[in-house]
């Protein structure tokens, strides 16, 4: 899947099964008046957990690190990376820095850089009741659990 599927549109069985945050009710202003319920917007995930602190932040880990990027196609997936055991900084060869890396790709075959981490943590702003998502602002959240096909189940 190489878009977000999207709430109450894709159909659920394409979906892996997990924990997932959608968002709906979308506008594109935050004083936009709804005449009606508003968009349907992403589902995120598929998550490890969802997390809300004092109803102004919601925290969030992906699976894994392709479904972080997907959602977050904007920014670099790169968060860190492990030292290759070996490796001393030298004067005039010292190990690359993150940002350096996050934008020269040829540097992850530094010999410095023994594995690359990719980011999965996620989190979306709550202000004035609207979360606030690839510039467009959402009145409502959910976290689901899909559960996917069970064994005995068929199409």
């Known amino acids: 899947m190489d878009q977000l599927p999207i709430y109450g549109e894709t159909d659920p069985a394409t979906l892996r099964p997990r924990l997932y945050l959608a968002l709906f009710h979308g506008r594109d202003t935050p004083d936009e008046v709804l005449h ?3 968009y349907p917007g992403p589902m995120l995930g598929p998550l490890r957990y ?28 790169i968060c860190g990376y492990r030292r290759h055991p070996n490796w001393r900084d030298l004067p005039g060869n010292p190990a690359p820095s993150i940002d350096a890396l996050r934008g020269d790709p040829a540097l992850r075959h530094h ?20 979360v606030l998502y690839r510039g467009r602002f959402y009145g409502d959240w959910t976290v689901f659990h899909h559960p996917g096909v069970s064994p005995g189940q068929t199409n």
């Open 111 to 130: 010999p410095a850089v023994d594995a690359i981490l990719y980011q999965t943590d996620g989190w979306l702003s709550v202000r004035d009741g609207l």
């Open 36 to 38: 009606n319920w508003g």
């Open 50 to 77: 969802v997390h809300t602190t004092y109803a102004s932040e919601i925290k969030f880990a992906f699976e894994d690190a392709a479904n972080w990027a997907l959602a977050f196609a904007d920014k670099s997936p």
